[in-house]
């Protein structure tokens, strides 16, 4: 069974400060993924990467910087949160091949 | 514009009552996954389903690219089918999954 962790599951922030909010997966998938979800919007792509040293701008990049050191690790770094960042936050894993998806638990972020 | 719409938004039923969840997109389509959500959780896959029709106990999903549409059928809805259905696609052959708005089910007893 595909595995996917986040971390941490729940963030209180302050505006201005740093967050990351760190992924890991165990299931080697190449592509990696990071959303938001906001009532009446759904899930968003932030960004994404095809794999190890590689990031992609996804639909609303601004504001948000990721990193992926490995194959497993995807982090997803705010450098100044804003309280419009307050929101859940998932990632996900992929197979290149299909598309397929697998998501991890969330991450809740309150930026106050 | 918005490239994946569900529709309905939101659904009420009477429990034993059957659902049929649409997903619409104007985009080229590399693969097609619908995900099951329940409030406050995560996301459980059900479907991936890029064409054609796939059976699960009481879901079916077809999907008619010609069309560019997918829909999820829910038969004899249980009150643990409550939650939010998601469609998601790929783009092309991008890599770059995109996620629909949701279908929020709510089944009454």
């Known amino acids: 069974e595909a595995a996917v962790t986040q971390s941490p599951r729940n963030k209180v922030a302050v505006t201005g400060g740093k967050v990351t909010l760190s992924c890991n997966q165990t299931?080697?998938?190449?592509?990696m993924y990071w959303y938001r979800q906001d009532t009446g919007h759904g899930l968003r792509l932030i960004h994404y990467s095809y794999g190890a040293g590689s990031t992609e701008k996804g639909d609303i990049p601004d504001g948000y910087k990721a990193s992926r050191p490995s194959q497993e690790n995807f982090s997803l770094i705010l450098e100044l949160a804003t309280p419009s960042q307050t929101s859940v936050y998932f990632c996900a894993s992929g197979e290149p091949a299909t598309g397929q998806l697998y998501f991890g638990e969330g991450s809740k972020l309150t930026v106050l | 514009g918005q490239q994946v719409q569900q529709s309905p938004a939101s659904l009420v039923l009477q429990e034993g009552e059957n659902a049929e969840l649409q997903c619409n997109f104007s985009?080229?389509?590399?693969?097609m996954q619908w995900f099951y959500q329940r409030p406050g959780g995560s996301l459980v896959s059900l479907f991936y389903n890029p064409s054609g029709t796939k059976h699960s106990g009481r879901l079916t999903s077809t999907t008619v690219i010609k069309e560019r549409r997918s829909s999820l059928h829910i038969s004899s809805s249980q009150t643990t089918d409550s939650g939010t259905y998601l469609c998601?696609?790929?783009?092309?052959?991008?890599?770059?999954?995109?996620f629909g708005t949701g279908t929020r089910l709510q089944v009454l007893p």
């Open positions: 299931n080697n998938h190449n592509n």
């Open positions: 998601a696609l790929e783009r092309g052959n991008t890599n770059k999954v995109v």
């Open positions: 985009t080229s389509l590399n693969s």
